[in-house]
């Protein structure tokens, strides 16, 4: 069964900086978009942003300049650089590859922004 694993969260002051890494644990045929989500407590799971096969990117107004997502299909992994940090982007942050036969969602890291 396909499991997906995500690494780098962490505690970080305002204005700082994470990369967070997610990583499958078996090939995912045929990827078709990668991104993350985040879900903050008391609130709905949000999209962060997405990237597709081809490379086009989609952010949230709320992270645009500021995130960078990535991938290498090759390697079934997906990237979210994180620069600016503010309080407001203190979340579990998720993981979620798309395969031709299914979707995977990682179990979620924390990222807490101190003001």
């Known amino acids: 069964q396909v499991q997906l694993r995500e690494s780098g969260g962490g505690l970080v002051q305002f204005g700082g900086s994470l990369r967070l890494s997610c990583a499958a644990n078996?090939?995912?045929?045929?990827?078709?978009?990668s991104g993350w989500y985040r879900q903050a407590p008391g609130k709905q799971r949000e999209l962060v942003g997405d990237?597709?096969?081809?490379?086009?990117?989609n952010y949230a107004d709320s992270v645009k300049g500021r995130f960078t997502i990535s991938a290498d299909n090759a390697k079934n992994s997906v990237y979210l650089q994180m620069n600016s940090l503010k309080p407001e982007d203190t979340a579990v942050y998720y993981c979620?590859?798309?395969?031709?036969?299914?979707?995977?969602w990682g179990q979620g890291t924390q990222v807490t922004v101190s003001s």
């Open positions: 078996a090939n995912i045929f045929g990827i078709k978009n």
């Open positions: 990237i597709t096969s081809g490379g086009t990117t």
């Open positions: 979620t590859i798309r395969g031709r036969f299914g979707t995977y």
